[in-house]
């Protein structure tokens, strides 16, 4: 019995003392710590690394010293406490603490992303470990809580940050260059109640996603609100722009005030958007050689409006993020304001088109619904899609229905989808499309191989 309590005593005595020998084991959970694209002035996230005593003694850290000290362009908060170093910090037998780091980095000269390096040093009992630290930083063009008036136009010199919120005020307009990157944080709508021209180029879009690099959250949906074209917006022009990870991507919303469309997109592509892709309300939009892609719903019209979308691809497959449970296309000429059912005429036509998903809940890709008296032309000629049910209301035309279109690649493990129908010389809907007034593709490519094909892009 006295054995016994000795031991114990003994046990809790060392438990209770330091280690001091140099053969002292640490373990650290990662040995560096890297930020992508951090922009100037904006800040990173957050990020953490333990250091585990893995010892059956205590374990004193004689210092853990951030290198760069206070003028570092990385920040080091040890259990809370904000700190460039601090010693003698205890650590009990088989235990750990936490080390966070965020990097801020000062604006230079420099237009290209440049590296910012630091470590942080871990002494212990005559020991010296190091954890690397490294952020690629990025000047940028800083937007908060903007309203443009007059005639504006943005270049591509360095990328456009937006906080708060950016508004093309009525009368206005924003024309934006070909590369130029959009990048908006989590609160920042884009709010259009006057003019936007984008003219982006092939293999030179213009890019609007949000602010969020870091590799968890570049690829969620939602990042950002989106870009909304408001009731006194008119004459918009969207040219091989990108947008994505958006709440809600493209909003237009009412009719124009002249003849013109309220929004034109020539060769875009709309994807991973939360709420929806491309919603119009009682608006008018014209599409072309677009893709509307991955959305947790691609395309919805309300309240009627008039719609032409000629050669685009409009698919929704589920993947880690969104699940696929509504269909690609939504159009009706109702809408409930106030509690109260509502309609306005409704004209649309879809020419060359896919509709298509899978891997998720939606047999019927097109919902198709009338709830008014007033005018009511849907019409699809040439399209493939899939439907158990064909929509009512809808004047069909050589339309392919339920067949697969082949896109190259659809790989759900890896979040990778290729459109492009290259592979499968017999995709159905290569040379079934009609003749159209847009010579190229979502690629830039010829449409005149042969007879057009069906979708946004054109098999060469």
């Excluded at 910090?89 to 910012?116: C, G, H, K, R």
């Excluded at 990870?245 to 003849?259: G, Y």
């Excluded at 929704?316 to 306005?344: K, M, R, W």
Aim: proline residues 3%; glycine residues 6%.
């Amino acid at each position: 019995m006295l054995l016994f309590v000795y031991n114990v005593i003994l046990t809790s005595c060392k438990k209770d003392s330091f280690i001091t020998s140099s053969n002292a084991t640490l373990q650290l959970s990662a040995d560096s710590v890297k930020f992508d694209t951090v922009f100037t002035s904006a800040g990173s996230v957050t990020k953490s690394f333990k250091i585990f005593n893995t010892n059956n003694q205590k374990l004193r850290l004689s210092t853990v010293k951030l290198m760069g000290g206070t003028v570092s362009s990385f920040k080091m908060n040890i259990n809370g406490n904000a700190t460039s170093q601090e010693d003698n910090i205890e650590i009990a037998a088989n235990d750990s603490i936490y080390v966070f780091v965020s990097a801020l980095i000062n604006p230079t000269a420099a237009n290209q992303p440049f590296i910012i390096s630091d470590s942080i040093l871990i002494s212990y009992n005559g020991n010296n470990r190091y954890v690397q630290l490294q952020a690629y930083g990025q000047n940028a063009h800083y937007l908060k809580n903007i309203v443009l008036t007059g005639s504006n136009t943005w270049q591509n010199d360095l990328p456009y940050i937006i906080l708060g919120s950016m508004q093309v005020d009525t009368s206005a307009s924003l024309t934006i260059e070909a590369g130029c990157k959009i990048y908006a944080h989590a609160d920042a709508p884009f709010l259009v109640d006057g003019t936007l021209i984008v003219n982006g180029e092939k293999n030179n879009e213009v890019i609007f996603r949000g602010d969020r690099l870091d590799n968890y959250y570049k690829d969620i949906p939602g990042g950002w609100p989106g870009i909304y074209f408001r009731g006194t917006s008119i004459n918009n022009v969207l040219t091989f722009a990108i947008i994505k990870n958006a709440d809600e991507a493209i909003v237009a919303e009412n009719p124009s005030t002249n003849s013109n469309p309220k929004l034109s997109l020539h060769q875009c592509i709309i994807d991973n958007a939360f709420t929806v892709g491309v919603f119009g309300y009682n608006s008018s939009i014209i599409a072309d050689n677009s893709l509307i892609s991955n959305c947790g719903n691609n395309l919805v019209i309300q309240l009627g409006g008039n719609y032409t979308l000629t050669n685009c691809t409009v698919a929704c497959y589920s993947n880690n993020y969104l699940i696929h449970s509504n269909p690609v296309l939504q159009a009706t000429d109702a809408a409930f304001e106030n509690g109260n059912s509502i309609s306005a005429d409704l004209n649309a036509n879809f020419t060359n088109c896919i509709f298509w998903g899978d891997y998720g809940d939606v047999d019927d890709e097109l919902q198709i619904d009338k709830g008014g008296n007033g005018v009511f032309n849907i019409t699809l000629e040439n399209c493939l899609y899939k439907a158990v049910n064909d929509p009512a209301n809808t004047i069909l035309t050589s339309v392919i229905k339920n067949v697969d279109p082949s896109f190259d690649s659809i790989d759900l493990t890896n979040n990778y989808y290729d459109f492009r129908v290259t592979k499968n010389p017999s995709a159905p809907g290569i040379d079934n499309g009609i003749t159209v007034a847009f010579p190229t593709d979502l690629d830039n490519n010829n449409r005149s191989i042969g007879i057009t094909d069906i979708g946004s892009y054109e098999k060469q």
